[in-house]
């Protein structure tokens, strides 16, 4: 009887320590992600959710770090995000109009934003380990201000490659992002950022 209790007792702690290495690799993987990756370019699919409709969008991304990014959505509407370090602009092809804003270097209103930067949400929130789901690693970033844009945000892995992003606003709109097809050494530079306002659009200040 003693034996086979040592047996149980050294099987579960031996799946305990598997589950607590495997979860380690969340923050590392973010870690290793923020100190190796000063370009990234990619596809996302986006779904949002709010408390009467939910709505998936299909796009690619290009991001220059820090701080530039190009986020452009292609189904089921065709709108670009563009970061260029100081402004971001906002282009609704549908409704031809142009919203332009400044743009906030620790920690921004996007997923875009917030991935073009290396620092901002280490020192904005309180990073820890989320467990897994689906072979994606996670991990939970927990605001530090009670004045901040998101409830939370979580960034997940597969090994050391981005994989997924969620994010809950403070309104209670939630953001589920896969992201796919993935170079982490894209050849990008500061022009591809570069945003004019076509010709004929409004053009607003938020």
């Keep these: 009887m003693l034996h086979r209790k040592f047996i149980r007792s050294t099987a579960a702690l031996a799946l305990a320590g598997s589950i607590s290495l495997a979860q380690a690799g969340a923050i590392d993987a973010l870690k290793k992600f923020n100190a190796d990756t000063d370009g990234l370019s ?6 949002v959710k709010s408390k009467k409709k939910s709505q998936t969008t299909h796009g690619s991304f290009q991001i ?5 990014f190009k986020w452009e959505y292609s189904r ?5 995000i563009v970061g260029d370090g100081k402004t971001i602009w906002l282009y609704d092809v549908d409704l031809a109009q142009v919203t332009k804003s400044s ?3 620790t920690i921004g209103d996007s997923p ?4 073009s930067n290396k620092t901002a949400l280490d020192s904005s929130y309180t990073l820890k380990e989320d467990g897994s789901a689906g072979g994606i690693d996670y991990v939970l970033a927990s ?7 998101y409830q939370y945000i979580r960034i997940g ?7 997924a992003m969620q994010l809950k606003d403070s309104f209670g709109n939630e953001t589920s992002i896969s992201f796919s097809n993935l170079n982490t050494k894209p050849n990008l530079s500061r ?10 659009v409004d053009v607003l200040s938020n």
């Design 42 to 47: 990619g596809s996302f699919s986006q779904t």
């Design 64 to 68: 220059l770090r820090p701080g530039l």
């Design 76 to 80: 089921p509407y065709k709108q670009t």
């Design 103 to 105: 743009q906030d270097q």
């Design 112 to 115: 875009a934003a917030i991935l």
């Design 143 to 149: 605001p530090k201000r009670n004045n901040a844009g």
């Design 157 to 163: 892995f597969k090994g050391d490659a981005l994989a």
């Design 191 to 200: 022009s591809v950022f570069q945003f004019t306002p076509p010709k004929g």
